[in-house]
């Protein structure tokens, strides 16, 4: 098992359970292609928040960058993909994400808050579910492209991680403030 961030670590109870990364690694391609989707999906979250709270200036700021950052990231792992011979198609929403947002509270400003939790816990897990995989990930792509194991050095995306954590609960402190 990979060493997770405790930034990461701190918002769940209980890890990913080990069997759930043992099958995880043995089904890389599913996971990028469910990874490929959730980036997808985190963009269309991030513009959705633009629709919906448009008088939030601050708020609208940052998650006009994340749209593209997350868009970014959809290229990168369609990238990947790509050089694996993995088809894209696209996948419906998971159980997991789908349960998290039936807790949204649906009056302001707690829909808002909410939402903001939801995909910090979304993106948190997905952080620490790659870093238990990364190894899996790494010995695959290597094997399939024929590169060193650690060609996708994988440290960045756990600070990156971080980075989107942090800016998600900045982004709740600001539904007071912000616009």
């Excluded at 930034?7 to 080990?18: E, H, L, Q, S």
């Excluded at 043992?22 to 991030?46: F, G, M, V, W």
Aim: proline fraction near 6%; charge should be positive.
């Amino acid at each position: 098992m990979a060493v997770v961030p405790e930034p990461i670590m701190a918002f769940f109870d209980t890890p990913t359970p080990d069997g759930w990364v043992k099958e995880a690694s043995a089904r890389i391609p599913e996971l990028l292609l469910d990874h490929a989707n959730c980036e997808l999906k985190a963009a269309s979250t991030a513009l959705g928040f633009l629709y919906r709270y448009p008088e939030r200036q601050d708020l609208a700021q940052r998650m006009s960058r994340l749209a593209r950052e997350e868009l970014r990231h959809f290229e990168q792992v369609r990238g990947i993909m790509d050089e694996m011979g993995i088809p894209f198609e696209r996948l419906s929403a998971s159980r997991y994400a789908g349960g998290l947002r039936e807790a949204v509270r649906e009056e302001e400003p707690y829909k808002l808050l909410d939402m903001l939790l939801v995909g910090a816990l979304i993106e948190a897990r997905s952080c620490e579910r790659f870093a238990d995989t990364r190894a899996a990930f790494a010995r695959q792509a290597a094997q399939v492209l024929q590169r060193p194991a650690g060609f996708r050095g994988s440290p960045l995306r756990a600070l990156h991680c971080i980075r989107k954590i942090r800016m998600r609960f900045e982004r709740g402190r600001d539904r007071g403030t912000a616009g």
